[in-house]
């Protein structure tokens, strides 16, 4: 059964930093694209981060690229997300999802971890 | 920046009735949409890629379509648990964008 347990969320002040954890188990994960999406209270998903199986290659959208960081540890089958310089609309639910075989579509969500900016 | 556009935002209809989503892309996404559901208060999951394939284990009642920039999900004979939030996404370029939304509910 595939798993993804995301830590690391909490409360956090402006202008700071923060790093999101996710464990994956149940499949082979350095075969696997992975990312994060993240939902803000009561509204849409947005993508934030994607990494290649290899970890060579990362992409982000404008909103985060140049603050956010997306990495991954294949020995440990762990994903994980630096997030610098946080602003208030960065505060949402952060989802690790693995990306599907055959297409950037997201076939595994996690149970989410939330991540509030506020003074 | 493909933007996708969903199709009402919210929807009230009665058990065993068949609904209809609708996702229009704002350029040509030839078929790289996927389909998600997010029930109360959990996480999104996938039910439909490629604009009409079926994942795993969702039953046979939905089914996707469409072409170019226009998609739609349908739920046939609406069951309780199909009380939902449901985005469209693209996975055509990057960045992958998601439509709004749609909450369907029960009359």
């Known amino acids: 059964e595939v798993q993804l347990v995301e830590t690391g969320g909490g409360l956090v002040q402006p202008g700071r930093s923060l790093k999101l954890s996710c464990v994956a188990s149940?499949?082979?994960?350095?075969?696997?694209?992975m990312s994060w999406t993240r939902q803000a209270p009561g509204k849409g998903l947005e993508w934030v981060a994607s990494i290649t199986n290899s970890g060579g290659s990362t992409y982000y959208p404008d909103s985060v690229k140049g603050r956010f960081t997306i990495s991954r540890d294949n020995a440990q089958n762990t994903l994980y997300l630096q997030m610098n310089s946080l602003r208030s609309e960065d505060t949402a639910t952060y989802y690790c999802?693995?990306?599907?075989?055959?297409?950037?579509?997201?076939?595994?969500w996690g149970q989410g971890v939330m991540v509030t900016v506020s003074s | 920046d493909i933007q996708m556009t969903q199709s009402p935002a919210s929807l009230s209809a009665s058990l065993g009735e068949t609904v209809t989503i609708e996702c229009l892309a704002s350029e040509d996404i030839y078929s790289n949409l996927a389909w998600y559901q997010q029930k109360p208060g959990k996480s999104p999951q996938l039910l439909i890629y490629y604009a009409n394939s079926l994942n795993d284990g969702v039953p046979s009642r939905f089914s996707g379509s469409g072409s170019g920039t226009q998609y739609s999900l349908k739920i046939n004979s609406l069951q309780s648990e199909d009380v939902s939030i449901y985005f469209c996404?693209?996975?055509?370029?990057?960045?992958?964008?998601f439509g709004g939304g749609t909450k369907l509910e029960l009359k």
């Open positions: 996404q693209q996975n055509y370029d990057s960045p992958w964008t």
């Open positions: 149940g499949f082979t994960f350095n075969n696997y694209w």
């Open positions: 999802t693995r990306v599907g075989i055959r297409a950037h579509y997201f076939d595994y």
